[in-house]
């Protein structure tokens, strides 16, 4: 389809304009490239491949806690497992937890939110169910959303999908509240009164002159948010140790916890710092994109964007002023922050 | 002499505000019949939007509530229909041009997809894919059509010599010749080269641009009644120009009926075969163009007529009308007009308000009606 690729193209050129977001992008790309990868064929990247090295827990003490070495790029831990690989086949399952999580949460909340928004009369069916969702999610809002997430995990008992859920249910209401706000920017606006004029029905308006108008926004805020769920879930896997069992599944957070608890960090510095440092190239890296994205997905933006990249360049390589001059719009919620 | 397609009876609009209750259209009757333009002149804040918006219930109810009366359109009750049938109405049978064409485009919408979107509309619920008035429980029959369709003409001048087979074709839902359609309606409304603006984004086109492509989707709708509130308002001087003269052009063209609401007399002077005059929500003229203009029955039409500036005219101040717009949160008891009325007597001062009554059937046809106690004397205010 035309559109879509001169959509990719914008993209591309947008992207390119701002070295930032360019950065941002190349990283997403390329994590989810090696996440499939690692899925799809591990052994061409891993060196030390997970399921049929179950003997990895028995090997010899002589090779736990190797530092940094060609053998080992980022060294091994104190199971003697070799940590690069162990990051790597982590990578899949931190990625699809981000994903899966704000995903539902988008989409769930954001039905939810839609609806709280659009039919809010009093006194009809609609304001009623927009009532209940507010107030639901007004119970859910009142609490930090990392405490009531340690909170349930210690209700739900040890496991990944405790966890996942725990998470969850902290997580849609910002959904609700966000594209519940959009909608009410929008919905008496003219054009919105202008479609009802021409006949067009309840719902079209709905999905075809409200929802397509505050997409944009809410895009942007899901792509920022991919990177704070992963650091919130795996904060809650580093803050209770055990909750996600070390070491299968690999998971960063109850890496950095297993090593929290056994073994002085500044010894082994290496066995803190490179799971770390995979969660904050992955969170930086959604970050990065998001706020790329939020230029190109305004079409007055992309356009001038455009423009000002297929504009013959000065000498210079510097980033173009167009990239970065938009103002931010994405309204930003407080979350707690990551270990 | 047919049906008319629109008549409101004695219709009131309240909008509710915490500082109380604002009666914005009062007792407004006015009846718009088959191929006839009806204008709607008055001052800012005088109900006249209002009454437009309130006529396909487009106001948000609440605020909005209509306090009383009839909007009968085409034989249906308005005010007694269902909310959830009021989009039946609308677009097919109602259109609406608005004042603000700014922002009355969707700005994620390309023109094409808002035009073809009106378009298939129109022919989902001529095909019944989409439910419209039909059947005979439905308040209208849209199929059997009792009156004399005045926008079938609408597409003679651009598709001149369509075969039967052809738009029979039209009438099938789909969208393989919406594009056609759509350029045909661009082409309507005088955009040259419309191929190249149906890729564009509303933000990247002029107003007067704009304008044209909502007088095209409006009019793709085929309604029956066509409401234009204030059409050229945001537009600048040279570009209503423009659009006024293309509204006339189109008027001879579609034969469609159109309520249209201006400030400007000139607008309405050009364009309507009936003059309403609106006065803090109340109706206190109606009759045909050259009559008002004649002999106005109402000494607020009057003194607003004498404040049109004459174009030659150098000598001294523009004429005035002493005073201010009441606050219809506290309208005057009686006629609203008379703290300002130079005729003013005891009787206008005290409730009930002077009933709207004819008060000469011209020779032109068309009854002249006026809201004034003394309707046969303005005449001699000098």
Redesign the interface.
């Known amino acids: 389809m035309g559109a879509s690729g001169l959509a990719l193209r914008g993209l591309y050129r947008v992207l390119r304009a701002n070295v930032l977001s360019f950065v941002g992008f190349v990283l997403v790309v390329a994590i989810v490239l090696v996440a499939l990868l690692v899925t799809l064929a591990p052994h061409l990247l891993v060196p030390y491949g997970s399921t049929q090295e179950t003997g990895a827990y028995s090997a010899p003490p002589s090779l736990a806690h190797w530092p940094p070495s060609y053998a080992h790029p980022f060294g091994t831990d104190g199971a003697s497992l070799d940590l690069y690989s162990e990051i790597l086949l982590a990578l899949p399952l931190d990625l699809g937890i981000a994903l899966l999580i704000a995903g539902v949460a988008l989409v769930g909340g954001g039905i939810l939110g839609l609806v709280a928004g659009f039919y809010d009369r009093p006194g009809t069916i609609g304001g009623w169910t927009s009532a209940v969702i507010l107030r639901t999610t007004d119970v859910f809002l009142a609490f930090p959303s990392l405490l009531l997430g340690l909170a349930i995990v210690a209700a739900l008992g040890p496991g990944l999908w405790q966890v996942m859920l725990a998470v969850l249910v902290t997580w849609w209401p910002y959904y609700v509240r966000l594209v519940r706000g959009e909608v009410l920017a929008v919905k008496h606006l003219p054009y919105v009164t202008a479609a009802r004029a021409a006949g067009v029905p309840e719902r079209r308006i709905l999905v075809r002159h409200v929802l397509r108008n505050i997409l944009d926004p809410i895009v942007v805020y899901f792509t920022l948010d991919v990177g704070t769920v992963l650091v919130t879930f795996s904060t809650i896997a580093f803050v209770i140790p055990g909750v996600v069992s070390y070491p299968r599944p690999p998971e960063w957070g109850s890496m950095l916890s297993f090593f929290n608890l056994n073994y002085p960090i500044s010894q082994y510095w290496w066995e803190v710092a490179f799971p770390s440092a995979a969660i904050f190239v992955t969170a930086l890296a959604f970050s990065l994109l998001g706020d790329g994205l939020r230029d190109v997905l305004d079409p007055r933006t992309r356009r001038a964007l455009v423009e000002s990249v297929a504009a013959p360049r000065s000498g210079t390589e510097g980033p173009e002023e167009g990239g970065t001059s938009v103002p931010n719009t994405t309204p930003t919620m407080d979350r707690s922050e990551g270990p | 002499m047919s049906e008319p397609i629109l008549s409101v009876e004695h219709l009131s609009v309240d909008y509710r505000a915490p500082s109380g209750t604002v009666r914005a259209v009062d007792d407004v009757s006015l009846t718009i019949p088959s191929g006839r333009v009806v204008g709607i002149v008055g001052e800012t804040g005088c109900g006249k939007s209002t009454l437009a918006q309130a006529i ?1 219930r ?1 106001l ?1 109810e ?1 605020p909005a509530r209509i306090a009383g009366g009839k909007i009968v359109f085409r034989g249906t009750d308005l005010v007694g229909l269902p909310a959830r049938r009021l ?10 041009i ?1 004042q ?1 064409p700014l ?7 390309r023109v094409y997809d808002q035009i073809a ?2 378009v298939l ?1 129109r022919r989902w ?1 001529e095909a019944g894919v ?1 439910p419209s008035f039909r059947g005979g429980a439905e308040p209208f029959d849209y199929s059997h059509r009792p009156l004399p369709e005045p926008s079938a003409v609408l597409s003679r001048p651009i598709t001149p010599g369509a075969s039967a087979m052809e738009s029979a074709r039209r009438r099938l839902p789909g969208r393989r010749d919406v594009r056609e359609e759509v350029l045909e309606f661009l082409r309507l409304v005088r955009i040259q080269d419309p191929e190249t603006i149906l890729d564009r ?1 509303p ?2 086109l002029s107003g007067g641009m704009r304008q044209r492509i ?1 007088i095209a ?2 009019l793709s ?1 085929r309604p029956s009644l066509l409401i234009a509130d204030e059409p050229t308002s945001a537009l600048d001087v040279t570009i209503q120009a423009q659009v006024l003269t293309l509204m006339k052009e189109l008027i001879d063209e579609v034969q469609a009926s159109i309520l249209f609401i201006s400030h400007d007399f000139g607008v309405i002077a050009e364009i309507a075969d009936d003059l309403g005059v609106m006065y803090a929500g109340r109706l206190v003229e109606l009759g045909p163009v050259a009559e008002v203009f004649r002999s106005p029955r109402h000494p607020y039409t009057k003194h607003l007529l004498r404040a049109i500036p004459e174009r030659y005219k150098s000598d001294g101040p523009l004429a005035a009308i002493p005073g201010a717009v009441p606050n219809l949160a506290h309208p005057p008891p009686g006629c609203r007009f008379h703290p300002r009325c130079t005729m003013a007597q005891a009787v206008c001062r005290t409730d009930p308000a002077p009933a709207f009554r004819p008060v000469a059937a011209p020779a032109s046809g068309g009854a002249h009606s006026s809201a004034c106690h003394f309707a046969e004397e303005v005449a001699t205010l000098p």
């Open positions: 396909p487009l948000p609440p989009p039946l109405v609308r677009g097919t049978g109602i259109g609406m608005f603000e922002n009355s485009l969707n700005p994620a919408v979107e009106a509309i619920r989409l984004y933000h990247e909502m989707m409006a709708e």
